[in-house]
């Protein structure tokens, strides 16, 4: 899919937000990608994780034993990059701040692990999840996620695979532009 056409499935799904949101990463932002708007659609979905599985390169992606994605935005895409790879997915949970494995779910030792998520903002999510998978004895070789909002600056630890870089700025809490300030604060992610 080129960027045009990915950007016109988020649009047509009305995924991308105006308003002022505080992000899962703390940061401040006129923007918001609501990825579950743009996964909703079955097909669509697929057809983001297909083109997001043709990013990997052919010797990681065939090294790929399981898709693990952090809850809650992760879920859907990954379920979706098992589908487009043939390998199970599963994913992490925060019952308690920290991310585990729950449900029933483990992973092997030493299996080589894709991380999946949504956005990539500062990467601390992403890195808490890799974090996780390697206490349940798994390797993470690759993340792929939808979006990368990091400008390229998040660093993960492990090669990272976005389908599309999208670079609204953000602020931290004390640097909030004015006119951004004086709109009511909407925190949409998945940490609370």
């Given at each position: 899919?080129?960027?045009?056409?990915?950007?016109?499935?988020?649009?047509?799904?009305?995924?991308?937000?105006?308003?002022?949101?505080?992000?899962?990463?703390?940061?401040?932002?006129?923007?918001?990608?609501?990825?579950?708007?743009?996964?909703?659609?079955?097909?669509?979905?697929?057809?983001?994780?297909?083109?997001?599985?043709?990013?990997?390169?052919?010797?990681?992606?065939?090294?790929?034993?399981?898709?693990?994605?952090?809850?809650?935005?992760?879920?859907?895409?990954?379920?979706?990059?098992?589908?487009?790879?043939?390998?199970?997915?599963?994913?992490?949970?925060?019952?308690?701040?920290?991310?585990?494995?729950?449900?029933?779910?483990?992973?092997?030792?030493?299996?080589?692990?894709?991380?999946?998520?949504?956005?990539?903002?500062?990467?601390?999510?992403?890195?808490?999840?890799?974090?996780?998978?390697?206490?349940?004895?798994?390797?993470?070789?690759?993340?792929?996620?939808?979006?990368?909002?990091?400008?390229g600056s998040a660093d993960l630890g492990v090669p990272f695979f976005p389908l599309i870089d999208i670079n609204f700025p953000t602020y931290d809490e004390d640097e909030v532009p004015d006119e951004l300030a004086a709109i009511e604060i909407t925190?949409?992610?998945?940490?609370?």
């Amino acid at each position: 899919m080129t960027e045009d056409e990915i950007l016109s499935e988020f649009r047509a799904s009305e995924a991308l937000l105006e308003g002022h949101f505080k992000l899962s990463s703390g940061k401040h932002s006129g923007h918001y990608l609501q990825c579950a708007r743009v996964l909703m659609n079955p097909d669509r979905a697929g057809r983001l994780a297909r083109a997001l599985a043709q990013k990997i390169p052919r010797e990681i992606r065939n090294d790929i034993d399981v898709v693990v994605s952090p809850a809650m935005g992760g879920i859907i895409i990954g379920q979706e990059m098992g589908r487009a790879l043939g390998k199970d997915a599963m994913f992490l949970e925060r019952p308690d701040g920290e991310f585990h494995l729950r449900r029933g779910f483990r992973i092997d030792p030493g299996a080589k692990v894709l991380m999946v998520e949504d956005v990539v903002t500062t990467g601390l999510s992403s890195r808490e999840a890799i974090a996780a998978v390697g206490r349940e004895g798994g390797e993470v070789i690759a993340e792929v996620s939808l979006v990368d909002r990091s400008n390229g600056s998040a660093d993960l630890g492990v090669p990272f695979f976005p389908l599309i870089d999208i670079n609204f700025p953000t602020y931290d809490e004390d640097e909030v532009p004015d006119e951004l300030a004086a709109i009511e604060i909407t925190k949409p992610g998945s940490r609370k």
